[in-house]
């Protein structure tokens, strides 16, 4: 059952400030770890004095690398004393692989990433996982088949594949049918149909909600190289991906973070998946899907620390 989070002003996480935290504060540490024979890479980031820190394990959104924001939220955790692993998914960033967004996929390298970061010495015992987006589901799955997990925080997720089918229209579900119909086809004779991950309204992309082409492109570096374009067979798999459907066998606690003018990820989605998780907090704030990457950047994040305080007890 879901309960009110202390506000920031009340909390701990006061110390959460909207500068870039000076690497003087952290180290960081390059990571690799092998899936299914790929190897995936990500970044931990360590607070420098702070002995055996627990940890948070980030993994972000649809089709998005670590770099489009992870890198960020990371060094603002090691700033107040939780090591951070952000990642990459097989097949984004640096990470090898077919950058193909299938759930059960990007679920696989969750886990994998999670015992990457057990198997370091220098840090506690205590994980929690944090999620965004499509990564917000993930983690809420992930929790719910995995034991060791302390704690879950889920940003603006996405949770019910089948409440996506109801929000699109005849018009774009029989385009998103065929498209992904067409990739498979063309996978058969090793090739790939794609369509676009973020764009207008009015254009046929797997995110084309109001505000998704500014949101999503204001994260992206200026001096990445990833591509506006996934394989179309993803639009055949997340309306069947219900993360909420496993939130009840969840046994840690949980944050969801929503936005109740989120356009994407809508908010009663969000506020059902609180409801089922046993034992949730949720925040809801007065904002879109990437907002809290901008204006709500460190309010959204003094929300999260002051949950993984409570449940840390303060590092």
């Excluded at 870039?20 to 024979?37: A, D, I, K, N, Q």
């Excluded at 059902?272 to 204006?295: C, I, K, N, Q, Y």
Aim: hydrophobic share 40%; charged share 25%; with cysteine.
């Amino acid at each position: 059952m879901s309960a009110p989070l202390a506000t920031p002003e009340r909390s701990p996480a006061r110390r959460v400030r909207g500068e870039r935290p000076s690497r003087e504060r952290f180290s960081t540490r390059r990571l690799t770890f092998s899936v299914e024979g790929d190897d995936c890479v990500g970044t931990l980031y360590r607070p420098r004095d702070v002995d055996d820190p627990d940890v948070v394990v980030l993994g972000h959104g649809f089709a998005a690398e670590a770099a489009f924001g992870l890198d960020r939220v990371a060094e603002h955790l090691a700033e107040v004393g939780y090591a951070a692993f952000a990642f990459d998914y097989r097949g984004f960033g640096p990470s090898e692989g077919e950058p193909l967004v299938l759930p059960s996929r990007q679920v696989a390298d969750w886990e994998a990433a999670v015992d990457r970061v057990r198997g370091v010495d220098t840090l506690g015992d205590g994980i929690a996982l944090w999620g965004v987006s499509l990564g917000g589901g993930h983690v809420v799955s992930l929790a719910a088949e995995r034991d060791g997990v302390d704690a879950v925080i889920a940003r603006t997720p996405f949770a019910d594949g089948r409440a996506l089918l109801r929000s699109k229209s005849l018009r774009y579900l029989a385009r998103a049918t065929t498209a992904g119909l067409r990739d498979r086809l063309a996978g058969l004779v090793g090739r790939s149909h794609e369509v676009k991950v973020y764009g207008r309204p009015d254009e046929f992309a797997a995110l084309n909600e109001p505000g998704a082409l500014d949101g999503y492109a204001a994260l992206i570096p200026r001096d990445s190289t990833w591509q506006n374009g996934t394989r179309a067979r993803t639009l055949l798999a997340l309306p069947r991906y219900r993360p909420v459907t496993d939130a009840s066998a969840v046994t840690c606690p949980a944050l969801v973070v929503a936005g109740t003018d989120d356009r994407i990820a809508p908010y009663r989605y969000a506020e059902r998946l609180a409801a089922e998780l046993p034992d949730s907090s949720l925040v809801a704030l007065p904002m879109g899907h990437f907002d809290a990457w901008d204006d709500r950047f460190t309010e959204v994040l003094a929300h999260e620390v002051a949950f993984l305080d409570a449940v840390f007890d303060e590092p």
